[in-house]
C-alpha cells in the first residue's frame, strides 16, 4: 500500500504472543482500507475492522493468513466471538 497516513493506528501489524510466550507473524502491517476485502489481494480471509481490533483492547492481535500456524486461526476465531450475555 501506497497511501501515507499521520494516524498512530492506520492499520493492525501481524503479530501475536501466545500463550507459550512464543511470537508469530512477520510483523508487516497492513492499513485498514487495505483490509478490505479485494480479488486478488494476499491477506487472506482473516480480518478484522478498526472497530472489532480497537473493541478488544490489549488483548487484540491480527496475523495474515499465511502467516498462521497451529492453534493461532481457532485461537484468532474465538477471541472475535461475541461475549456472552
Do not use: N, Q
Not at 501515507?4 to 492499513?31: I, Y
Amino acid at each position: 500500500c501506497r497511501v501515507k497516513s499521520t494516524e498512530d493506528s492506520a492499520g493492525v501489524v501481524c503479530r501475536r504472543r501466545r500463550p507459550d510466550g512464543t511470537d508469530g507473524g512477520c510483523r508487516r502491517g497492513v492499513c485498514w482500507h487495505c483490509m478490505k476485502p479485494v480479488p486478488g489481494d494476499t491477506i487472506g480471509k482473516v480480518r478484522t475492522t478498526r472497530a472489532e481490533f480497537k473493541a478488544l483492547g490489549s488483548k487484540a492481535w491480527w496475523m495474515h493468513e499465511a502467516c498462521l500456524t497451529g492453534d493461532d486461526e481457532r485461537d484468532y476465531f474465538v477471541m472475535m466471538l461475541p461475549a456472552p450475555m
